[in-house]
C-alpha cells in the first residue's frame, strides 16, 4: 500500500528525466549541424509509429470518435500550432541559446496560458481573492523571470567558453523559446475545443504526430530544398531521433496515467526538475555555462510557475467536485498540457 503512494512520484521523474535527455541528446545533435527541421520531423514519426498501435488496439470495437471533416480541419490546426510551430521553434531555440533556458521558459506556460484564457473569457479574475493575485503576480515572476534570461547574463558561475556564437544568438533563441511557449499556450486552449467532440486523447495524439510529421516535411523542404539535409550524418543524431520519440510516448503515457490519480497540478509540479536536471548535466557534460543573469531569470520563472499553480490549486478542486466526465478533463488540459509535445 506504502509503495502504491510512491508510483506517482516515480512515474513523474521518469518523465522529467526521459524530457530531460530528449533536451540533453537534441542539443548535442543540433549542435552537430543536424537541422532543427529535420530533428522535428524524425521526432513526430518515431513518436508516431510507437503511439500508432496502442491507439489502434484501444480502439478497436468502440464507436464514436470518428473521423469527420471538422474534427480532421482541427487536428490539422491543433497539429500546426502545437507540434510544427512549437517544435520548430523550441528546438531552434534550444540551438540558439542553451539546454537550461530551453527547460527553463518551459515553465512560461501555465502563466502563458491563463493570461491567454483571461483574455478569450475562459478565465476569471476576482481582485478581492486571494488566489487571482497569485495567478496574477505569479504570471508577473514568470515573465520578469523570461526577460532577465534573455536580456541579463551576468557573471559566469559554471561552464567552458561559449560555443558556435552562442554569445550572439542567445537573445534570438530565447525570443524563439518564447515562441514556442506561446504557441503551445495557444495549442492548450485550442485543444479544449477539439477534445470536446473528440475526447480520444490516444487518438487525437497519434493524428497530430502523423499531420505534424507531413506539415514539418514540407517545411522543411521549402526552407532547406535538396536530400542532403535529411541525412543522419552520425550515431548521435541517430540516437537524439530516437530518444526523442521514445520521449514524447513516456510523457504522454507517464502524465496520462498519473492525472487521473493526482490531477494535473501534480504533474505540473515536477516541470522544474527537468530544469534542474539539464542544468546539472548540461554543465558537466556539455560544458554549456550557466550564469547569474540566467540562473536568476529561472528561478523567478520556476516561482512564477508555483505560484501560478497554486493559485490554480482551488480552480482544480471545484472543477473536480462540480463536473465529471469528459467536460472535467476538457477544463483540466488548461492547467497542464496533458499532451505533453515538446
Known sequence: MGFENYKPIIVMVMCQCAYAGLILSGRVALLEDFSSRVFVVYRQIVAFLLIAPFAYFSRRGTTGC????KSFWS???LSLIGVTINQNMYFEGL???SSTAASALVNLVPAITFVIAYCLG???VDLGNVRSWAKIMGTVFCVSGAVVMATVKGPKLLGMELILGEQDTWFVGCLFLLASACSWSLWLILQVHVTAYYP???????????IAAVQSAILTFIIEPGFNTWKLTS??????CFVAGVASVVTIFG???CIPRRGALFCAMFNPLCTLIVAIFACIFTHEDLYTGSLTGGLAVIIGLYTVLWGKAKDHVEIKNTTNGEN???????EHPLLSEN
Open 66 to 69: 470518428g473521423m469527420d471533416w
Open 75 to 77: 487536428i490539422f490546426l
Open 95 to 97: 540551438y540558439l541559446a
Open 122 to 124: 475562459m478565465e476569471k
Open 200 to 210: 480520444d486523447h490516444l487518438s487525437l495524439t497519434t493524428w497530430m504526430c502523423l
Open 235 to 240: 550515431h548521435v543524431q541517430l540516437f537524439s
Open 255 to 257: 502524465q496520462a496515467w
Open 328 to 334: 472535467g478533463s476538457v477544463i483540466d488540459d488548461l
